[in-house]
């Protein structure tokens, strides 16, 4: 079975800078996805950013952008520019190629920006 | 486009009470999928449908929890009896069930048991 593991319960970073959010996770398979989400207050779960794992090329979305390593089985998330809405819970997640499509996420961690 | 549509918010029963769970997906996603987030944790999978079927349901704990999905739209989610450990947010999801797609979240139910 797949897990996925975000080692780091809480960071915090200044408004403007950049911080990294880690993520490692472990499977036996060759083809899945891997995105992050971010979880505010009001709960509902946005995505950030997603990374197919037959792309070599990290993924990018504006500030946001990932640093895959597929051999390190490590899936880290960069915000640049901090922003205070970008204050929330940020979740790791895998899904597998085929069968079910179920995301599999980890515990997930919380980010305090400070102004 | 419209987003997922979950209710109620929140809900609050005593254990061994039944409680009833709404969502209603995007419009044209084949594909639903319900996780249980209890406090401090990332979503679990309960159960997922593909249109009225079920692909997914193995870690739903089937003696007090049931769900359906008639007509491969809305679905319901239901606990009966409720223990103290189903304290969590509920959420629904929909995807369009292609893997590349991505899965849309609702806002959730809490639920508390008292």
């Known amino acids: 079975a797949q897990t996925v593991t975000q080692s780091q319960p809480e960071m915090s970073v200044q408004e403007a800078e950049t911080v990294t959010l880690s993520c490692t996770y472990d499977?036996?398979?060759?083809?899945?996805?891997l995105f992050w989400y971010k979880q505010p207050p009001s709960r509902q779960m946005i995505l950030v950013i997603r990374?197919?794992?037959?792309?070599?090329q990290n993924a990018t979305e504006n500030r946001f952008s990932v640093n895959f390593q597929k051999a390190a089985k490590s899936f880290s998330l960069k915000i640049s520019d901090s922003q205070l809405g970008d204050a929330a819970m940020y979740f790791c997640?895998?899904?597998?190629?085929?069968?079910?499509?179920?995301?599999?996420f980890g515990k997930g961690m919380k980010l305090t920006v400070n102004p | 486009e419209a987003g997922v549509a979950q209710s109620p918010r929140y809900k609050i029963i005593e254990k061994r009470q039944s409680v009833a769970f709404w969502c209603n997906p995007i419009?044209?996603?084949?594909?639903l999928y319900w996780y249980q987030q209890i406090l401090g944790q990332g979503p679990k999978l309960l159960i997922q449908?593909?249109?009225?079927?079920?692909?997914?349901d193995s870690q739903l704990p089937k003696d007090r929890f049931s769900a359906e999905r008639l007509k491969g739209v809305d679905s319901t989610l239901k606990i009966q009896p409720a223990k103290l450990e189903d304290s969590a947010v509920y959420l629904c999801?929909?995807?369009?069930?292609?893997?590349?797609?991505?899965?849309?979240f609702g806002d959730g139910t809490r639920l508390s048991i008292l």
């Open positions: 999801a929909s995807s369009l069930g292609q893997p590349n797609q991505p899965q849309h």
């Open positions: 499977t036996s398979e060759s083809d899945y996805y």
């Open positions: 990374q197919e794992a037959y792309k070599q």
């Open positions: 997640a895998y899904r597998s190629e085929g069968g079910s499509e179920k995301l599999v």
């Open positions: 419009s044209g996603h084949a594909t």
């Open positions: 449908f593909q249109n009225n079927g079920v692909v997914d």
